[in-house]
């Protein structure tokens, strides 16, 4: 028949937006111009908009050098080029969805990415086009003859977006790199050689062009043909197009990478094209040819062809179209094309393109399904759908009229009309075309497809898809028809009743049981009825119809009686798959709440097939659901049916009864069952979802029952947890499962809640989401979000699987200050003196959550902040004289000693804990060493510089200042760059902008600075500001030995200068700097050359006056070789033993050989320190015994443990100072780390028995010890235990170890005893006495070394019992006056270290770690504010690179805040203890890596969690580490409904939920007693919401508690389903199951409704839908009784859906009527057909009953009660024959139905 004719829409006028932009821009207009329009999906835009709307269209306009890319009437780009452009396209270069913009210019190739980055490629030659192939860019070179050409701008442009799933699957095969033959290639130049070939490929923007091959008789040649020029590619399938004008040919080619075959790796030698050259080939094959055509095709592109993409030729000299089939072929996991030689046709065309109209959805492997717009020679436009055209587009009348009075013509409607012809059409995007007019004027125009109606669509694209091609394609040509071409209403319902009516006008057609009837002689009126001129007449006029339009043989003339025969058997096949494709669409719409509508319109059209098709069994099954219905369709006029109609709801009753695997999958249509079937997906879900609940497995991408199924990645143990998998994988979220019914819905929320307790670990987030666990997915998701596109795309995803429940992804913005909301006088300094309330003093951020959580009301912060402020004058007690005695200087001067050294201590407290703003300059608080004298009206007094040389002092305190100002930001925050370093750059060279370049390093800011600006600043030639800038650098550098730094810190070690340079004089100071700088940076390589240097600058002669920094040179150098070598001492080179032996030298031992193996004399040119022929020891030792100490950190070296002995004798005590005694006791400790014990034992063992014999006789007698040295005795004692001390400190550190605190604890306050006995001593196991011979100066400086080990014990923790000892000792000094600046620093620092970084952080006892932590802690103190001399002062900042963040708090995902959660913590087994678990309360600090084996979120207020780890030695993860299993130290948890938070709710005492909702509720019996009190009792809505957002936070509970305390529900009559809200709604909350509510609602709502009708005859309920709902409900309640679903109890009161059985059959067994109208339905098949209302309550209740009781349809009962009557003529066994024939019917209906046809006849035979 021929097509149909349909209107086309005008979307308006069409103008290239860019001239409108260029108008805009003042730009004079220019004909000169290019454009093309495309797709947004082609460069990865969005384009969510409306189909045909303009803005779905980008456009590239180009005129000149510029182009503009906009977006409907928005400009998104503007490009302005060098040159002029000659060619632009979009193309992918083989990088999947990545999108760039490649602009040909002459001798150069413009790439732009989206974002506005661009690369320019060279072309050495030129190239006249380039063309997008998915494996590349395709550029095709000029003849070397003809000059390069101008190639106009083709407005054709592939509208496909690229996908590159071919180039990853032939990569694979392309591993081993082969030579191939290319004759005449031996003499050509490796540069020069890709350039020979004709068509060139770009792979990627950052390589050049290489060569492209041809492939001929199975040998592979470098293309050379200039003449098979390029006219069309694909950048989704691997295509290419050209002709060649010589030979008249058209060929299509396939692009492949080549592979490794035999005949190419067999190629004569002489033609071996080099590999190197080559990385990468692609071959194109010859898969198609034709000659005859003098042109090239105008236009080539790809369209679809039933299911098949086919290559269509628009030949304007031929005017046809030509299209060729092509077809795949998979080959060794290879996809290869080819052409399909059976499909291949023509038409006649003078313009076409290809168009999305027909299926939108559909894709046919990469390709969307392509239509083709056809503009025929006689200017008609076609629409085709592959071969078969489907309609003629007109231009709608008023456009004509519009060109005629817009041309100033008075033309008649009708004239204007037909002098309108469509000259051209280009431009398609989609379902979208610019036409051109005669009226020399474009339209852009919408071809209207898709329907409007989601009815409509659904079932068109059923058919689509269940069709066999021959069928579809008639119904296509149904469906796009003259009868239905008229679409004067484009309405929902007009669209609907179209679809209907080609399907009814069959079911009107005379059927075959009548064209089988014998042949009569026909009227002449009949004859001229069925003739052709009858038909086509018919089509033009439209006031005579026919009957038969829509007769099928339009095409065919209708001359015999076998055509109409045909004819009619392909409309009953076309009626019968229909009725399949539609009852799947029909099944599938069941399962959703919302298309009850959809589902009724549906049920009316299947009926009328059902009964055109005599399908008996289908009617009665589609009238059951709408009984209505069985007053307007008839009854079927056969006597049987063959078919039972599939019945989703059955299957999954079976399902939850019997299992998956013994099922009837009869019972699901075929299309459920077809992968790759869209339309029917919400069906194939659900029954996906309940395979694998009950025992289906995953086979591939579909389950072992053959349904379809996407199962998201993770682990599984069960059936439930695989089901959640499958409703992750398939997007199935709870939007999802609210629009299932009820009862549908029940067994997946029962595999929801099971697994909602403990789920894997491993699961991706949409998965947690589903749980309602949103603390476990937002973990997962912000450790795999990596870039904030992915956060945003993965954030709407998930909240897309959480709707309607509102989770919120983005939590509450935590403010870093919360002094809004705890009080700002939390936080100010507790100073009633002060005057100055406003001082910066660098810890106002110190207050966050973290710390405000942890500490509470206690002000132990406050207190710290108080201790550590040197920014306000210091408190000086003095009397009212005003006049300033010397005393009181004095008095100041110790005071401002103690202020110097506070930075040091602020540093540690504030370390890591604001982020700086790049606008603005960096503060540092002032340091303050002034006094104030509250006794003189706060009179400020500064010290006097007649006495001492202010402004030297103030030098280091002002370095150590402006670090601790540095400390204070965030490491790698990623945002402190070069220039706002620079920006900070004072004119003058400081030590504040020194100490802010130190603080920077320390935290790894300095890797931004470059060579240059390094230089500038040693230019400067100033002392400290190199000092901090070379230890700075050495920190950020650390581990990497960078060349460049290297050369710049080596620079300031004279000792690697050659002998020709000039001597520089380079202060000691900065040479010890450079030496542990280098050891920073050389950390842990054990660099030969650099040790062998760093060991003789420990022995090396100063020269000069620095005669007294000797020390500090050595232990600096001692400390670098150490840094080196660390750990290293066992594994190193073979030269170790040369070291070791120089080391043991200048420890004072006697020259041997060797130690560990024979080794060569190493001389040194260097000058050593020596006297005589031994070293000074004095100089040499503490650097030696230090450099040995971190060779064998950890090693367990007997033989260097036996060389660093204790003296055992009072000669050997007199030999060593007691200090290196000290030292060694460290040294010995740190190399046998495993046997440090934190006992009391264990420190007296480091005692040597001379030691301890002679102290324990401290009090006896001491004639007899008259011989004996006392003091030796008693100094080496206490310099052993403060060296075990420190040794245990070390061991310990940041372990919080309870034993080792006490033990340190307790020494201490032993030594404070002995300075100045203050209380009883802890026990009597120390000696006593001792103070009486030692200087007390020994005694303080053991003392604070055992404080601060001490502290680096208890880093972070802030313990309070330390503290106070801390704040004792600060103020013991100063009262005493004896105010130190070496044991000040001491105190600062172990206070910054009690809270460091405010408590979020402390130690680690990693190798490095513990190096940088001896650094800081060599037990040599400062003097005074200028003391370098043993141990240079800004090494004591070097404990930052020690520090790790363990901290952990834990943020309810609900509200965003931080609260207490317990924690169950792991720790594996040790040599000082077994696997050991313990609580901790978050925000706490988590143990180390190396030892951390498990954290469990555990209590009974939140959801349980578990987080399983490896132990490992390795650092802590770094500030945003995506492996980092704690999110950077936050774990999300969510409370469970019924518990208050532990802020709100400390003791526990307000979690008391029932007393508190039956209080809030008033839930009391509501009897006949009390119905009127309740009745006068208004619940207050504002306290239900309180309690219930107390206990939940789920919004649609709150919602619902406030409707239930609405007034109007306060009549009588509500009462009932008010009381049963109310109790749902105290088990939603108890229970936390806020989808309870909606399934206990329609449950009870159901039930309601039934009972209503019975009662008023008029209910709303008019179908039995929710009676299948029920049933599946109640089998899953069965299967949760019987076992078959797992669980503690079920996900609804087992007792609610029992009364609900109860109930529904105490209805059904309340009707008078039923029994009656079910004998008449049952013997003649007849449903009661009366109108009235009473009737039609009958009608419905006797649906219900043959539902709930699964009475089969009349036909196959009878076929059934036929068999047991001609089998047995004994009735008696009726009732059990009936059972098994009919299984699945309710024994209560078998007896009705043996009652209707057994007892019947027991009467008649009695």
Known sequence: MPPGVRQLTVLGKFKPFGLIAEATDGKSPDDSYQYFLFDPELTGADGNEANFSRQREHELFIRGNCIIWTSGSRVLKRFTLSSAVIKACWSHLGRGTEAFLCVLQIGCLTIYNTSGEVVSVPLPRTVKSIWSLPYGLLLQQATEVNPASHVPFSSVSPILSSREMLRQKKEVGNSSPQNFHSPGTHDLNKRDMPYMSSHLILRDPLEEPGPTYVEERGKLNIMKDYDERTIWTSDLLPLMTSYNKGKMQHSVWAAEFIESNLEASASCASGIVPDAVLPKRISFRRIWQAKGAKKAASKVFLATDDAVPVICFLILEQKKLLSVGLQTVEINNEILFDVKADVSWSVSAIAAAPVVVTRSQVKIGLLPHLDIIVLSPENDLFLYSGKQCLCRYVLPSWLGESIGFGDGVSAKTDSGFRDLKITGLSDAVLGCINLSVNHSQIFRCALTGKPSSSLANDCIAAIAEGLRSDLYSLFLSLLWGDGHSDQKSSSIHFEWEALCNIFLEI?????????????????????????????????????????????????????????????????????????????????????????????????????????????????????????????????????????????????????????????????????????????????????????????????????????????????????????????????????????????????????????????????????????????????????????????????????????????????????????????????????????????????????????????????????????????????????????????????????????????????????????????????????????????????????????????????????????????????????????????NKPGDPNAVHAGLLFGLGLQGYLHVLNLSDIYQYFTQDHEITTVGLMLGLAASYRRTMQPDIAKALFFHVPARYQASYAEFEIPTLLQSAALVSVGMLFEGSAHLQTMQLLLGEIGRRSAGDNVLEREGYAVSAGFSLGLVALGRGGDALGSMDSLVNRLLQYLGAKEEKSILAPSLENHRSAAQTTDGSTSNVDITAPGAIIALTLMYLKTESEVIFSKLSIPQTHYDLECIRPDFIMLRVIARNLIMWSRICPTCDWI?????????????????????????????????????????????????????????????????????????????????????????????????????????????????????????????????????????????????????????????????????????????????????????????????????????????????VDSGLPVYAPLEVTVKETKLYSETRFCEITPCILPERAILKRICVCGPRYWPQQIELVPEEKNWWSFGDKSDPFNSGVIYVKRKVGACSYVDDPVGCQSLLSRAMHKVFGLRTLGESNMIANSHRELDSESVDHLVSTFSSDPSLIAFAQLCCDKSWNNRSDSEFKEFCLQVLFDCISKDRPALLQVYLSLYTTIGSMADLLVKSDSNMCDSLSISSLKVALAYNEAVSSGRLASSGGFVQSIFLSSLRKRCEEILNCSTELKINLRNYLTSEAWPDDKSSKLQKDIIILSWYLKWFSVPSPSIIKAAVEKIKSKSKNSTWAIPLLRLLLPSTHISAISEIDSVFFSSDETTVS
Request: proline fraction near 5%.
């Open 1244 to 1452: 007296q063992s480091q005692v040597p028995e001379v030691v301890r014999n002679g102290i324990s006789h401290l009090r006896d007698d001491m004639d007899d010890m008259y011989e004996v040295d006392v003091e030796a005795l008693v100094q080496a004692y206490v310099n052993i235990v403060a060296g075990a001390c420190i040794s245990l400190g070390l061991r310990f550190a940041g372990t919080r170890d309870g034993n080792a605190r006490d033990l340190l604890n307790n020494y201490a306050l032993y030594l404070l005893n002995e300075i100045k006995p203050l209380s009883a001593t802890p026990g009597n196991a120390f000696p006593r006495g001792i103070s009486k011979y030692v200087d007390r100066g020994t005694l303080e400086m053991c003392l604070y070394l055992i404080i601060i080990s001490l502290s680096v014990v208890m880093a972070g923790s802030g313990d309070l019992q330390v503290f106070r000892l801390l704040r004792f000792l600060r103020s013991r000094n100063s009262a005493d006056g004896h105010a130190n600046y070496g044991t000040q620093m001491a105190v600062s620092l172990a206070t910054g270290f009690l809270f460091l970084g405010g408590g979020m952080r402390t130690f680690s006892t990693n190798d490095g770690s513990l190096a940088m932590l001896l650094i800081t802690l060599y037990p040599r103190l400062p003097s005074g504010p200028n003391d370098n001399r043993c141990h240079l002062q800004a090494f004591r900042h070097l404990y930052v690179l020690a520090t790790e963040a363990r901290w952990l708090q834990t943020i309810d």
């Open 507 to 983: 079911c009107q057609k005379p059927t075959v049981v009548h064209l089988k009837q014998p042949k009569t002689s026909e009227s002449s009126w009949e004859f001229l009825l069925s003739s052709k001129f009858h038909k086509t007449y018919s089509r033009f006029h439209n006031g005579i119809t026919s009957i038969n339009r829509l007769d099928l043989e339009g095409i065919v003339p209708f001359d015999s009686k076998i055509c109409s025969e045909e004819t009619l058997g392909s409309s009953c096949e076309l009626m019968v798959q229909s009725l399949d494709c539609l009852h799947a669409v029909y099944e599938s719409l069941k399962m959703d709440n919302l298309r009850k509508q959809d589902l009724h319109h549906l049920a009316v059209l299947l009926c009328n097939i059902a009964k055109f098709l005599d399908e008996k069994c289908y009617l009665d099954y589609y009238i059951r659901d709408f009984p209505r219905l069985s007053t307007t369709i008839g009854a079927c006029t056969t006597l049987s049916s063959s078919r039972k109609p599939p019945n989703l709801f059955r299957w999954l009753e079976n399902c939850l009864r019997r299992g998956c695997l013994s099922t009837n999958f009869d019972d699901l249509p075929d299309l459920i069952r077809r992968d790759g079937c869209s339309i029917v997906s919400w069906a194939r879900k659900v029954v996906s979802f309940y395979s694998v609940l009950f025992g289906d497995k995953p086979e591939g991408r579909t389950l072992s029952s053959g349904v379809p199924c996407n199962i998201a990645p993770g682990s599984y143990s069960s059936n439930e947890e695989l089901t959640i998998l499958a409703m992750a994988g398939e997007r199935f979220g709870l939007h999802q499962l609210d629009l299932l019914p009820s009862g549908v819905s029940l067994p997946l929320r029962h595999a929801l809640d099971s697994c909602r307790e403990s789920p894997p670990a491993d699961w991706p987030a949409i998965a947690y989401v589903l749980l309602g666990r949103e603390d476990m997915a937002l973990s997962v998701f912000r450790n795999l979000s990596s870039s904030k596109e992915l956060e945003m795309q993965s954030n709407k995803s998930l909240i897309s699987m959480s709707i309607p429940y509102m989770l919120h992804l983005h939590p509450v913005i935590v403010p870093s200050s919360l002094s809004e909301s705890i009080g700002l006088e939390n936080t100010k300094i507790e100073d009633t003196n002060s005057v100055d309330g406003s001082v910066i003093d660098g810890m106002e951020h110190i207050f966050n959550s973290y710390t405000q959580l942890r500490y509470g009301r206690d002000l132990r912060l406050n207190e710290v902040r108080r201790l550590l402020c040197s920014a306000r004058p210091v408190v000086v007690q003095t009397s009212a004289n005003p006049t300033i005695s010397d005393q009181e200087q004095q008095q100041l001067w110790r005071i401002a000693q103690r202020t110097a050294v506070l930075p040091l201590g602020r540093g540690a407290f504030t370390l890591s804990t604001i982020h700086t703003l790049l606008t603005e300059a960096f503060t540092v608080p002032k340091l303050v060493l002034a006094g104030r004298l509250p006794a003189q009206q706060n009179a400020i007094v500064n010290l006097d510089p007649n006495i001492r040389n202010i402004q030297e002092l103030k030098t280091w305190p002002e370095f150590h200042n402006a670090v601790a100002a540095g400390l204070r930001l965030a490491p790698l925050q990623g945002k402190v760059s070069r220039t706002w370093i620079k920006y």
